[in-house]
Structure formats: C-alpha cells, structure tokens
C-alpha cells in the first residue's frame, strides 16, 4: 500500500486566465519531488499525482485514487514560484473538497500558504485534516511512521489540525533539515515518478522566454533548487517561510530567514540524472544562486565540464552587486547558464530600499547589465509596480529604466500583500483592502487586487503595470533586439502573446 500519494493541484485557467492555454509555464513539483525521495530514503511508498502536467479532471484524480488506495494525500501547494502558494490555494481547496466529500482519507498541505496562516487556513477549509507549519520533512515522516491516527496527533510536532471533536490545535514547531543533513534528509528529487506522455518531461514546459520564444524549446523542461531560502529580509517577499520556527498567527517570512546548501558534488548528481533524461532547458530555482561562491563555483565548474557542446539552456536569479566582476559571468556562461534573472524591483532608489532588507544599494544598474550582455548572456528582468512610496513618477521611472536596459526578458508585478510577507502583516494591521479569494492573489487573474500606496489606487497601479507590458513588449528597440538574438520567428511569439488581454475585475468596476 501506498503510504503517501502528493497532489498537485490545477487551476492554471484561474490563476492566468488566456494565458494558460500556450503561454504559462509548467514546472516540474520541485517539493513533491524533494519530499517524495525524502519520504523513499526512510523506507516509505509514495506517489506522485501531478494534476497539472496531466490537466486532470478531479473526478479524474478521485479515480487514481480510489484505485492505489494510498493512506494519506499530501497536497503540495506552491507553484511556479514559492510567492505562487496562496494563488494555487484555489485549485488545491476545490479539489480536496470534491475529494473529502466522495472519499474516505487523510488529507494534509503542506505549501507556504499554509506555513504562513496555518490556523486560519484550517479553519476556513474543511476539507483539511492537518497542515504542516514549515517545510514538513520531518513532520511528515513522523506522521507517516505509526499510521498515527487522530488520538495521536499531539505527538507529531510542526503541524497544525482538527482533532475528533473538530478542535483545531496547533503543535510545538518541528526543526527545518540543518545544513550538515541537507544531502541526508533531503536527499534529490524523485525525477521517475513525473508523469509523462511519450518521454519523460514533456509534460513541462518552460517560460516562452527561457525557450527564446520559440515553442519547440520549452520541453522536456526541469527546476531544481541548489539552496534553499535567503538570507535577507524583504518586505514583499515570503520565500522565507519554510523556516518558520514559531506559533505566531501570522507567520513573517522576514523573521525567518537564513539559507541552506546541497554540497556541489551531490548536486551535480542531480543534473547528470536530468542529462540522462534529455532534459538541458533547466531552471534553477534559488532565490539567490549567484550569491555564495563556496557552492555555486565549484558547481558551475562541474556543470560547464557536462556542456562542452553548450547544450544546456539554464536560467538562474542573481543580485545586481555579485555579477560586476567579468569573471564570475565567464563562469557561469560556461556553466550554460544563458539566463540570469535580476530582482531589479525599482527605478527609485528610495523606493527600493523601503522594501529591500540587505539588497544593494548604489550599484550602477546599467552598467551590469551591459556586462551580462557582453558575456552572452540574457537578462530577465524583475520589476514591481505599487511598492510603498511609489507614485505615477516613481513607476514610470522605472519602466523607463526597464526600457532602457532593453532586457531580453521582462517580468513586472503590481505588488501584492502575498500571505507569509511583512506586507500582508502590515496590510491586516492597517486594514487595507486584501483579495476576497485565493485567485485575487494571483498577479494574472481577472480577481486579483494588489496593494494601493499613498497616493494611488490598486486598480491604477494595476492598470499601469498592465499597460507597461504591452508598452515594453511592443517598443521597437525591444523587438529589434529579439530579432537579432533570437530571430523573427520569436518576435512573432511575442507579438501573438501580446493579443492575449488579461481581464481585471478591479478595473472594470473603477471604469463605469
């Protein structure tokens, strides 16, 4: 018998609108994949249902189910990023709910959603028996070793549940896997439980503009994480979360930070095994890859001697301030990392630092862009429009600086008060309007709702950001760079991909 099957739920049509149906990407589980082999290294049976690569019914999903009989669910609910967790919350509740109504079975989430409102999260949803209250490696394990029904629940530390006489209680944290037990207790990915339709990993698929906008590139596609967390502090972001270490109603990424590591050489491993499986379009998910040179130079070492025919296509977040140096970029360019994604955030420096917790600060932006170009490498790069102290002139400062550094990627945001962010916190202690549901956190639905600023609406800055990316991805000095680096074929992607308009309910409501 199965001891645990994780689910990944689906609501790709909610959470992107049009976009889901060619545009969206679909990333390999990268936490079911890593709780999986963790779960296997103890002995343990476990599947994988991945609801999303397989765009499952949940009638569908019900049946697998009923036919392996496993003895608990595990949702596992994050998504393309670890900010993505509430958004995904929408599929995961709809799904566990058809279930619990048509079966008989433990239900448990773990996701950072959970880790960051674990009693609220409880309460609102029935359909949930226990949530882990931070990354849950050794919770669930502990979980699964007895077959511990309710009675015992109080002896399984770092969860939060319903006990038999529907009292939710929440247990006394459990440890995060320490830094000398990262390659122990976590150790890979459970790579051969993916779903796949005629080879392994072509139900993934990357982001159009990890694929250089054309399709045929975009599978088989992986992610894998060479750390885990950030060792800073910012106001917008929750990535933190899965080191939560405390009972708090509301759980603040920011309190929580600090970065583990997988060695090199166990890495490497890893990469060799995705080789094997054909895949070279990779994503590397760390928040901050390009940050500590003790692992990510002996790796990128050992992956440029796996790419002496520059077949990887590997993309990867760094700082602004630990790329200047052209030798660190030669590296990584040998490595077949031909994407670098910067967290450039804002083209106002105060604005910047009123969120940005240990970020750089008078680092000529320009200029290390101009550097990663000159090494051929891409740039994507990250903006947010709606963080505090923005205004009309702030946000188009910095969509003017986006345009000026004519980044082959551009990703841009209205910022949002995601739950398990220092944001969230403050918006509940302000009592500023929030989504009404999990989809208005999703930064491309039609619900969504960001955060107003002092001086301007949330649908105005939702507007501006939405404009802005028809503004950047239609300029012509864009498009002429697309064409040159990647040909007409992917301008046309990208011009197709523009007819796609996202529709927002906040707007329409503020335009009658």
Known sequence: MIDATFIIPNNSAGIYQSLSNNFSAIETPTWALLLAQSCRSKGFKVSIIDTLAENLSDQDTLNRIKETKPKNLVFVVY????????ANMSGATRLSNFIKNNYDIRISYIGSHVQAL??????????????????GV??????????????????????????????????????????????????????DLLPFKNKPFDLYRAPMWHAEYDSKNRTPYAAIQTSLGCQFGCNFCMINIINR?????????????????????FIIKEFEKLIEFGVYTIKITDEMFLLNPKYYKPLCEKLAEKNKEDKFKIWAYSRIDTVKRPEILQIVRKAGIKWLCLGIESGDKKVRLEVSKGKFEDVDVKTVVEKIHEADIDVLGNYIFGLPGDNLETMNKTLNLSKELCTSGWNAYAAMALPGSQLYKDAIDKKIRLPENYEGYSFHSYDTIPLPTEEL?????????????????????FQERIRKRFGM????????????????????????
């Open 489 to 512: 074929k992917a301008v046309n992607s990208i011009n197709d991909m523009l007819k796609i308009k996202l529709k927002r309910k906040i707007i329409e409501e503020n335009s009658i």
């Open 138 to 191: 050794y919770a669930l394990q502990n979980l699964l070793k007895e077959d511990i029904d309710f009675r015992e629940y109080n002896k399984i530390n770092g969860i939060a549940y319903r006990d038999l006489h529907k009292k939710i209680k929440i247990n006394k944290p459990e440890k995060i896997v320490p830094q000398d037990k990262m390659d122990i207790d976590l150790p890979g990915y459970a790579w």
């Open 245 to 265: 270490d405390d009972n708090e109603e509301i759980g603040v990424a920011g309190n929580y930070s600090g970065m583990r590591f997988w060695t090199p050489d």
């Open 457 to 477: 609406p949330a649908y105005k800055i939702l507007d501006f950001r939405d404009k802005a990316y028809i503004d950047y991805h239609s300029s012509i000095p």
């Open 79 to 86: 998504g393309q990023n670890v900010n993505a967790s509430t």
């Open 118 to 135: 674990p009693i609220q999260t409880i309460k609102n949803e029935k359909s949930i028996d226990i949530v882990f209250t931070n990354e």
